[in-house]
């Protein structure tokens, strides 16, 4: 028997995450390496636990090997609980076949059983790809004192960037009466952040109609929210102020690791009044060597440096060996830069090599964009791979250079 919850969190962890290309092509995008020792999927996890909020679904789909192995029992969160916690819960084999995800509300509505098995008042909805601290306990007090069916979290953004989002347009009461999904010409600059709390029963009943409509792309932005505000349903948005930033793309990705330096005091990782827990294997402490030279950087345990790193995360166990120059660059567990190597403003992922010699990336100022290495590549001594390239097999080191 599983004791009634007051809410349900379901965190949507399977996009393929295409735009990230080389850092996704083996690991679901809510599994990537951010800030030196935390992984994206910390966040929202950490989020519902410092929130109050201890039954967490996470639906994953595309590559979950890594994110299963990462989340566990959901120990580091403080969510293995013998009543709710921590499930993972990929598609599966049901009295009518087995079906992928087909999109957010269909991922939602395969899992309407697991929901309904604790028989909660709300269920927040929430996505694994986006860095920010939030308190959804205040969200869903919010959507309880407006009697709302659901509530959706916006952020402002600046007219130029609208287009990107989905576009909500309120009253003085912070009723939605519109919603513009990533709109040619915004009408407000009060974008959607993917999180939304519902009441259970009126979740269900859209859930239902919109599985049951063949033309749906069975997608809460496209159908679901339409849906609600075409029939009148009570719908607010719930002003979030603070840090919030989409990691989906390789340049935000780069840029939230560098807002971690300073460069945007509003997202402060260590505040411990609102931690955010990871799956850290414990590690040596760092070395300096001698001769280093460390400049505004953020150095996690395990790290070796001999020389010269400027404005750049590594993570644990990075190894940068005498003479070698790292700057502007996202360096992640346990890779080795060889001696008299230059990396520039660039993304390496764990356990690649960069052997002696080598010059990847280019001066941030002068760059076309941020060259990125995959896991585990091991680039050649005296390699030369250029501004703006992206490296995901051993091929593409050749290839690319051909290019």
Known sequence: MF???????????????????????????????FGGKYRIIDFPLSNCVNSGIDTVGVLTQYQPLVL?????NGLPWDL????????????????????????????IYQNLEFIDRYDPNYVIILSGDHIYKMDYAKMIDFHKRMN??????????????ASRFGIMSVDENGKIFKFAE???????????????????DVLFKYLKE?????????DFGKNIIPAMLANGERMYAYPFVGYWKDVGTISSLWEANMDLLGENPEL???????RIYSRHDAHAPQFVGENAIIENCSITEGCEIYGTVRNSVLGAGVCVKAGAVVEDAVIMDDVVIGENAIVKYSIIDETAVIGDGCSIGANKEKAKG????????????????KDNKMISTQDDIKEKEEA
């Open 148 to 161: 709302a069916d659901c509530t959706i979290a916006v952020i402002e953004v600046s007219l130029k960037e």
């Open 268 to 274: 402060s990782i260590g505040n411990e009044e609102w």
């Open 370 to 385: 941020i060259t990125v290495i995959a896991a585990g590549i091991n680039v050649a001594p005296n390699t030369v791979i």
């Open 210 to 218: 919109d599985a049951e409509n063949k033309d749906s792309s069975n």
């Open 68 to 72: 299963n192995d990462y989340i566990g």
């Open 80 to 107: 293995d609980r013998a009543q709710g916690g921590v499930k993972i819960l990929p598609p599966y084999q049901g009295k009518k076949g087995a079906d992928w995800y087909k999109g957010t509300a269909n991922a």
């Open 182 to 200: 990533k709109p040619k010409n915004p009408e407000s600059t009060s974008a959607s952040m993917g999180i939304y709390v519902f009441s259970k």
């Open 3 to 33: 004791r009634k919850k007051d809410c349900v969190a379901m965190l949507l962890a399977g996009g393929q995450g295409s735009r990230l290309y080389a850092l996704t092509e083996k690991t679901a995008k809510p599994a990537v390496s």
